[in-house]
């Protein structure tokens, strides 16, 4: 199912490793819909302004690829009260499109940000709506959302979380625990200024091999009424990647 067909280069470095304080930090990636055409939506963290700024849209059957700056945008997102902004997320909505910006120990906040298609287009003027994810009562430890996907089927929000011993969007730090939130009916939650997980799977409770892994992503595969397929993306901070 997961072997490599193709790839398409992004960025190059002299280094395996793109430096950090160099790296553009994609960290979120959507497939969103253009004329009948599928395309890939990548964004940077925003964490290092501007090389974190990123916007990537890429046609993966042409490999056509264009780049932006979202600077302005993460701008506005900072001045309206991100102020550690640490994009990790990102997936299409009927009504939009989804960001989510990971919080940390000393900016303990998950914030959902509802804003509207093509917003790289149109940084200055697109409208967006922030919404506080999750509550975090245990000080010793934050729960960060690090990934996001959408069901339209259920018009469910997929969301994935770890604890990470971390103080700002920028440093690694010793990894914790991963866990899996849904979200139900989110549709009708969009105006709300917070909201909960209506489920909370903790992954090392079903598996053992999620101990020492950062789950990083979701995707959803399939799904029908019964069942649904997901595929997870984890790091270890040492430059190993599982699904």
């Given at each position: 199912l997961f072997k490599l067909k193709d790839s398409i280069s992004i960025f190059t470095a002299a280094e395996k490793r793109i430096a950090k304080d160099e790296k553009a930090d994609i960290e979120a990636i959507a497939l969103i819909s253009r004329n009948k055409t599928s395309l890939l939506l990548m964004l940077g963290s925003g964490s290092l302004s501007p090389n974190r700024d990123s916007c990537i849209l890429i046609d993966p059957l042409t490999k056509e690829q264009k780049h932006y700056s979202l600077s302005l945008f993460y701008s506005r997102l900072r001045s309206a009260?991100?102020?550690?902004?640490?994009?990790?997320?990102?997936?299409?909505?009927?009504?939009?499109?989804?960001?989510?910006?990971?919080?940390?120990?000393?900016?303990?906040?998950?914030?959902?940000?509802?804003?509207?298609?093509?917003?790289?287009?149109?940084?200055?003027?697109?409208?967006?709506?922030?919404?506080?994810?999750?509550a975090n009562s245990d000080t010793s430890s934050f729960n960060g959302i690090s990934g996001m996907d959408y069901s339209n089927r259920t018009?469910?929000?997929?969301?994935?979380?770890?604890?990470?011993?971390?103080?700002?969007?920028?440093?690694?730090?010793?990894?914790?625990?991963?866990?899996?939130?849904?979200?139900?009916?989110?549709?009708?939650?969009?105006e709300l200024e917070g909201i909960n997980p209506n489920t909370i799977i903790d992954l090392e409770e079903i598996d053992p091999r999620f101990k020492g892994q950062k789950v990083e992503s979701v995707c959803i595969l399939a799904e029908d009424k019964d069942k649904r397929e997901l595929v997870l993306t984890a790091d270890d901070d040492e430059g190993g990647t599982v699904l």
């Amino acid at each position: 199912l997961f072997k490599l067909k193709d790839s398409i280069s992004i960025f190059t470095a002299a280094e395996k490793r793109i430096a950090k304080d160099e790296k553009a930090d994609i960290e979120a990636i959507a497939l969103i819909s253009r004329n009948k055409t599928s395309l890939l939506l990548m964004l940077g963290s925003g964490s290092l302004s501007p090389n974190r700024d990123s916007c990537i849209l890429i046609d993966p059957l042409t490999k056509e690829q264009k780049h932006y700056s979202l600077s302005l945008f993460y701008s506005r997102l900072r001045s309206a009260g991100i102020r550690d902004l640490n994009i990790e997320g990102v997936t299409s909505l009927p009504f939009g499109i989804g960001l989510v910006s990971r919080g940390n120990k000393i900016f303990p906040r998950n914030i959902l940000i509802i804003t509207e298609d093509k917003f790289w287009e149109n940084q200055g003027t697109a409208n967006f709506k922030l919404i506080k994810i999750g509550a975090n009562s245990d000080t010793s430890s934050f729960n960060g959302i690090s990934g996001m996907d959408y069901s339209n089927r259920t018009d469910q929000l997929l969301l994935t979380v770890s604890t990470e011993d971390t103080h700002n969007s920028y440093d690694d730090g010793a990894i914790g625990k991963s866990y899996l939130w849904i979200i139900n009916n989110i549709s009708a939650k969009k105006e709300l200024e917070g909201i909960n997980p209506n489920t909370i799977i903790d992954l090392e409770e079903i598996d053992p091999r999620f101990k020492g892994q950062k789950v990083e992503s979701v995707c959803i595969l399939a799904e029908d009424k019964d069942k649904r397929e997901l595929v997870l993306t984890a790091d270890d901070d040492e430059g190993g990647t599982v699904l």
